[in-house]
């Protein structure tokens, strides 16, 4: 796996240096022809898909039957529409809105032929609904919706996750566990992708990681640049290196529900105890039968008077498989499901108790159980412990090694 340059990166410059010395009056010959070349590799490389260099990150998905318009906007001086690497329309203002009519793209108004564009500038970011953001963007008609992709620089990505996927103020060593884990992660999405032939790798949401473009927080593109292009490998390719907040003390190779055969580096048989002594590791939650059935009512399908709440089957690692909500006849809720109704529950390893007039559930971790676990690592930091023996500790089975 290697990033690769390709020759024809230099056909490409050439023709953007023809279009662009047209508009441009300022500078000598040679100061033309030199910043020129630079921008028609930026451009090139920002609009071009080099796989595993860049990541084309899912911001928004669009109904064409609704067809509500967007707007891109720039914080330099104009915008560039791109398509296969040629230069469309350039747009000498900061901002555009783009519709959709009759699986056609419309800019301004006007009709934009083909069915997808990539959209860069020059000297600024790209901006889109109040955020900013490095890279290109790439709109797409894909089967019923338009897709608004962001390809963004691998490590400019890094970032961005961390600042949504790390927690503030925490030191430098425990960000960079946490950057080799995203870069892994995400590097094995991409991969999945271009498999699949997917038009993104991943989403912006915790579906995936959490992405929230441009920040300047110096921790996090410390962490970032002291651990560039390392990446945690099983079999020579980059791990799914999932994370979670607190493990809670779950042995993850007991979870059943899990295809360890495909992810070995998930199984971990031992327990992280680092997380135990800290404010996250338990948590508890107390419900009203009322409270109750009014968030499980979409699930349970009919209105019924909650009597109790009982775990009915668990796995050999502690995670609830399934609930009984008992009223005139009990109905089984999977212990996933709990969770995902009810918010207070913060991970599938808890006990439930009835109260007099409420219900208890208590519970440990916060999150799915799986891979790294953030409380833990931050106290293996404060215990001396460096990002890499942190890393093979939580992904048994690994090597680290450098990605080019
Ligand atoms: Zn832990």
Same mark, same amino acid.
């Given at each position: 796996?290697?990033?690769?340059?390709?020759?024809?990166?230099?056909?490409?410059?050439?023709?953007?240096?023809?279009?662009?010395?047209?508009?441009?009056?300022?500078?000598?010959?040679?100061?033309?022809?030199?910043?020129?070349?630079?921008?028609?590799?930026?451009?090139?490389?920002?609009?071009?898909?080099?796989?595993?260099?860049?990541?084309?990150?899912? @911001?928004?998905?669009?109904?064409?039957?609704?067809?509500?318009?967007?707007?891109?906007?720039?914080?330099?001086?104009?915008?560039? @529409?791109?398509?296969?690497?040629?230069?469309?329309?350039?747009?000498?203002?900061?901002?555009?809105?783009?519709?959709?009519?009759?699986?056609?793209?419309? %800019?301004?108004?006007?009709?934009?032929?083909?069915?997808?564009?990539?959209?860069?500038?020059?000297?600024?970011?790209?901006?889109?609904?109040?955020?900013?953001?490095?890279?290109?963007?790439?709109?797409?008609?894909?089967?019923?919706?338009?897709?608004?992709?962001?390809?963004?620089?691998? /490590?400019?990505?890094?970032?961005?996750?961390?600042?949504?996927?790390?927690?503030?103020?925490?030191?430098? /060593?425990?960000?960079?566990?946490?950057?080799?884990?995203?870069?892994?992660?995400?590097?094995?999405?991409?991969?999945?992708? %271009?498999?699949?032939?997917?038009?993104?790798?991943?989403?912006?949401?915790?579906?995936?990681?959490?992405?929230?473009?441009? !920040?300047?927080?110096?921790?996090?593109?410390?962490?970032?640049?002291?651990?560039?292009?390392?990446?945690?490998? !099983?079999?020579?390719?980059?791990?799914?290196?999932?994370?979670?907040?607190?493990?809670?003390?779950?042995?993850?190779?007991?979870?059943?529900?899990?295809?360890?055969?495909?992810?070995?580096?998930?199984?971990?048989?031992?327990?992280?105890?680092?997380?135990?002594?800290?404010?996250?590791?338990?948590?508890?939650?107390?419900?009203?039968?009322?409270?109750? !059935?009014?968030?499980?009512?979409?699930?349970?399908?009919?209105?019924?008077?909650?009597?109790?709440?009982?775990?009915?089957?668990?796995?050999?690692?502690?995670?609830?498989?399934?609930?009984?909500?008992?009223?005139?006849?009990?109905?089984?809720?999977?212990?996933?499901?709990?969770?995902?109704?009810?918010?207070?529950?913060?991970?599938?390893?808890?006990?439930? /108790?009835?109260?007099?007039?409420?219900?208890?559930?208590?519970?440990?971790?916060?999150?799915?159980?799986?891979?790294?676990?953030?409380?833990?690592?931050?106290?293996?930091?404060?215990?001396?412990?460096?990002?890499?023996?942190?890393? !093979?500790?939580?992904?048994?089975?690994?090597?680290?090694?450098?990605?080019?």
């Amino acid at each position: 796996m290697q990033m690769k340059w390709p020759m024809s990166v230099l056909i490409k410059s050439i023709q953007f240096l023809k279009i662009l010395l047209r508009c441009w009056h300022v500078t000598t010959l040679l100061g033309r022809c030199i910043l020129l070349s630079f921008f028609s590799l930026y451009t090139y490389a920002t609009t071009t898909h080099t796989p595993y260099a860049h990541v084309r990150v899912l @911001l928004d998905q669009l109904s064409l039957k609704e067809g509500k318009p967007l707007t891109i906007s720039t914080t330099g001086d104009h915008l560039m @529409l791109m398509h296969m690497g040629s230069v469309k329309r350039r747009v000498s203002k900061q901002s555009i809105v783009v519709t959709h009519k009759r699986g056609q793209l419309y %800019i301004d108004g006007r009709r934009y032929r083909p069915q997808e564009c990539a959209i860069t500038t020059f000297g600024g970011h790209l901006q889109y609904n109040n955020r900013s953001y490095d890279g290109s963007f790439q709109l797409l008609l894909h089967n019923d919706s338009l897709l608004v992709i962001n390809k963004v620089p691998l /490590e400019a990505y890094i970032c961005s996750v961390l600042h949504s996927e790390s927690w503030p103020g925490w030191p430098l /060593e425990v960000n960079k566990v946490f950057a080799v884990a995203c870069r892994s992660y995400v590097l094995s999405m991409i991969a999945q992708a %271009i498999k699949q032939e997917q038009p993104y790798d991943v989403c912006n949401t915790n579906l995936h990681q959490t992405y929230a473009g441009k !920040h300047d927080k110096k921790v996090l593109k410390d962490a970032v640049a002291q651990t560039k292009g390392v990446v945690l490998v !099983h079999e020579g390719k980059p791990i799914r290196a999932m994370f979670d907040s607190c493990c809670g003390g779950v042995i993850p190779a007991h979870i059943a529900d899990v295809h360890f055969p495909d992810a070995p580096y998930l199984a971990r048989d031992y327990p992280c105890t680092h997380c135990k002594d800290l404010w996250i590791y338990s948590w508890q939650a107390e419900f009203t039968p009322q409270q109750l !059935h009014e968030k499980l009512l979409a699930k349970i399908g009919h209105r019924m008077r909650i009597s109790d709440l009982l775990v009915s089957k668990r796995d050999k690692a502690g995670l609830v498989q399934e609930v009984l909500v008992h009223g005139a006849t009990p109905v089984p809720v999977a212990g996933k499901e709990l969770y995902t109704l009810c918010k207070e529950i913060k991970s599938f390893c808890y006990t439930i /108790e009835r109260k007099k007039d409420t219900i208890l559930v208590k519970g440990k971790g916060y999150g799915h159980h799986l891979g790294l676990c953030q409380w833990g690592a931050r106290q293996m930091v404060a215990d001396h412990w460096d990002y890499r023996r942190i890393l !093979h500790f939580y992904y048994p089975q690994t090597k680290l090694m450098r990605f080019v």
